[in-house]
């Protein structure tokens, strides 16, 4: 198929599966060119695409995607390894939602803080006084 039906297919620009292409997330045989210089791409790219979408969804990395897809081609992503993949990217998410709630808590400190100025006065912040 050509690049603007599979474009159709899995709402990927074709821009975005030129860039996949590119950076080897999807990988076309050579003999893949027509006589016109058109690429013609195999139905289990659409398989690939989606993968590479619910992947995004799930917050993994182009990096991360090209694992899996790696693995998955090798024929060594089986359920016990995928679900530890998983399990990282989860304890992942926690660490970076325990960041966002400390940075969540000082700010609300430092609104708190603020709140007890008056308004219209002007704050002098220490990287200021320094560079005065």
Do not use: C, W
């Not at 992503?77 to 995928?82: A, E, G, P, R």
């Not at 002098?124 to 320094?130: D, F, H, R, S």
């Amino acid at each position: 198929m050509l690049i603007g039906q599979l474009s159709k297919l899995t709402g990927f620009s074709k821009d975005t599966i030129r860039y996949y292409e590119k950076i080897g997330l999807i990988v076309l045989a050579k003999k893949a060119r027509l006589d016109n210089s058109y690429k013609d791409y195999p139905e289990d790219v659409v398989h690939t695409l989606n993968a590479i979408r619910k992947y995004k969804e799930l917050g993994f990395t182009l990096e991360e995607i090209r694992e899996l897809l790696v693995l998955q081609s090798i024929q060594v992503l089986d359920l016990s390894k995928l679900l530890h993949v998983l399990e990282l990217k989860i304890n992942g998410v926690n660490a970076e939602i325990e960041k966002l709630h400390e940075m969540k808590l000082r700010l609300n400190r430092e609104f708190q803080l603020l709140l007890h100025k008056k308004t219209g006065h002007i704050i002098a912040l220490p990287e200021m006084k320094t560079a005065a």
